[in-house]
């Protein structure tokens, strides 16, 4: 397993600022996941993050708006730019094993923002 | 492209009933399917994984979930409900990316245990 540190825990914001999660894992992994799971609902993936180069956005999510950072292979950073009350969320970190097809993923503990 | 749906967002039961939760996938390619726990205020715990092995596969805290191909169903189980199983459930199915594991969650599904 995996075990994987997100800071900070939880934050509340002020609308139109910007907050940096980050995210360490105790291995080194190729892959790294970052997760939005708004309240009530399910966990969405916002992108992928390889070591070396820009991370792949999934439909719905761009750069300017969640601009992530993979310097080395056991840490990644996502921030949340110029937040609105809409980017209450859990975001949640992600890691697999690598070179196995079935593997589970890892979570972190998450980090819950609130933006007011 | 693949999906999951999860029958009911909030099932209750009482303390030592029969615990069912019900997901359906649908997936272009043979599934990896994953069952994973959320406690209040924390991350997700996995649960138990279908790795093509066995059509039954049993997981931790007593839970297990049977494949059903012919149903595309991965239906979760425990014969007797415990007070510390109230939390939310979230099945997934994977896409293998060539290093990782991009999971799609479904909606999830709230379960409430009573005396």
């Known amino acids: 397993s995996a075990v994987i540190s997100q800071k900070p825990s939880r934050d509340i914001c002020q609308r139109g600022t910007s907050l940096t999660i980050q995210c360490q894992v105790d291995s080194q992994v190729t892959m790294m996941f970052w997760y939005r799971q708004q309240p009530g609902q399910s966990l969405t993936l916002i992108a992928t993050?390889?070591?070396?180069?820009?991370?792949?956005?999934e439909s719905g999510f761009v750069i300017d708006k969640f601009p992530i950072s993979r310097p080395n292979l056991t840490f990644s950073t996502l921030t949340v730019s110029n937040m609105s009350p809409e980017d209450s969320s859990i975001y949640l970190c992600?890691?697999?094993?690598?070179?196995?097809?079935?593997?589970?993923?890892?979570f972190g503990q998450g980090t819950r923002l609130t933006v007011v | 492209a693949q999906s999951v749906t999860q029958l009911g967002s909030h099932v209750s039961v009482s303390e030592g009933a029969l615990v069912l939760l019900r997901c359906n996938y649908s997936s272009s390619v043979p599934p990896y399917l994953f069952w994973y726990v959320q406690y209040p205020n924390q991350g997700l715990q996995l649960l138990l994984k279908?790795?093509?092995?066995?059509?039954l596969v049993k997981g931790i805290n007593g839970f297990e979930a049977e494949f059903k191909k012919s149903e595309t169903s991965f239906h979760l189980t425990k014969p007797s409900a415990h007070m510390s199983d109230a939390a939310e459930y979230f099945c997934?199915?994977?896409?293998?990316?060539?290093?990782?594991?991009?999971?799609?969650f479904g909606t999830g599904t709230q379960l409430k245990v009573e005396l």
């Open positions: 993050a390889n070591q070396g180069s820009e991370a792949t956005y």
């Open positions: 279908y790795t093509s092995a066995a059509t």
């Open positions: 997934a199915v994977s896409a293998f990316t060539g290093g990782g594991n991009k999971l799609t």
């Open positions: 992600s890691v697999a094993r690598e070179g196995v097809l079935n593997t589970e993923a890892f």
